[in-house]
């Protein structure tokens, strides 16, 4: 991970700056803040800020009857519900933001998730860092022949190495290409202009501010092992970040949502003619082979 000086002062300002403050905070999370936690080859993640906590969503819950008396188990069981029965609003009352530093391919992927609020590092404004994602050999992989946007068998040492060499090759070469055009003795381009012959594993930075709910939304589709690696890694960071953060909210959104699936009406006939001891086949069952596949791929998974 490489911060520059200025990044390391600020961060370092932040982490010995205290605040006082009468808003419900969580220890956890004040010991995270500012804090950069390395991902990828040159990229991080820290939280910045955040609001709210596991009250705060029992708080939005039961605002039509007042907070009352209650256990921490009856909050637990209040969030299991709401995450069960997907009533969201609750979850919109926390926030957090994050700063982070990602390669410009990942961004774009990223930016699908369009409720947050995003401030991106401009290269209108300023010339990007020299740095660039490359990927580690077991990362390398052929284009899958099942799945038209993932990634099948890991290339021969061999062929990785010749791939990373290329990347790193076309990326120094691109960027030397920039700074020779942005040169002000020379060329003189307008950074606006320059900015589009980098590649696509340059790194970028921003702030992307964003919901609870829309947070567990983006990683339950970031987290999940058909998600391209080098933007699950984040996601994966982003989980261990909230269950500190929300130790109750977590651990329903983990049972809820990330270990659970969802099955078609179609699906939900098949299981219940078999439960009824009748024999089923994808030819019989009335899902398509596809269907038929991914159900039995659920029911079979860690059998």
Not at 75 to 104: N, Q, W
Not at 276 to 303: C, F, H, P, Y
Request: charged share 25%; aromatic share 10%.
């Amino acid at each position: 991970m490489v911060l520059t000086e200025e990044q390391r002062a600020e961060m370092i300002a932040q982490r010995n700056t205290s605040h006082m403050t009468v808003r419900p905070t969580v220890p956890a999370m004040e010991a995270l803040l500012f804090e950069p936690f390395k991902i990828l080859d040159h990229g991080f993640l820290r939280v910045v800020d955040y609001m709210g906590d596991d009250a705060a969503v029992v708080q939005a819950a039961r605002v039509s009857y007042g907070k009352g008396t209650r256990r921490t188990s009856e909050d637990a069981g209040l969030i299991r519900y709401l995450m069960r029965h997907r009533h969201s609003t609750p979850f919109e009352m926390c926030e957090i933001k994050f700063h982070v530093k990602l390669p410009v391919f990942v961004a774009r992927q990223w930016i699908r998730h369009r409720m947050a609020s995003v401030n991106e590092y401009s290269a209108r404004y300023s010339v990007l860092d020299r740095e660039f994602y490359i990927p580690a050999e077991e990362h390398i992989a052929t284009q899958s022949k099942t799945n038209n946007q993932g990634r099948g068998d890991v290339l021969d040492p061999e062929v990785a190495q010749e791939v990373r060499a290329i990347l790193q090759r076309d990326a120094l070469q691109c960027y030397a290409d920039y700074e020779d055009m942005l040169d002000p003795d020379g060329k003189g381009v307008a950074r606006e202009l320059a900015r589009m012959n980098l590649t696509l594993n340059t790194y970028t930075q921003w702030y992307w501010k964003i919901d609870l709910h829309n947070l567990m939304h983006f990683l339950a589709l970031r987290a999940d092992s058909h998600a391209q690696y080098e933007i699950r890694v984040y996601a994966e960071k982003m989980i261990e970040i909230l269950r500190a953060w929300l130790p109750l909210t977590m651990a329903a959104f983990e049972e809820y949502r990330l270990g659970a699936y969802s099955f078609s009406a179609g699906m939900l006939r098949v299981l219940r003619r078999r439960l009824a001891g009748e024999t089923v086949t994808q030819e019989n069952s009335g899902l398509t082979k596809r269907e038929w596949s991914e159900m039995t791929a659920i029911l079979e998974r860690d059998a």
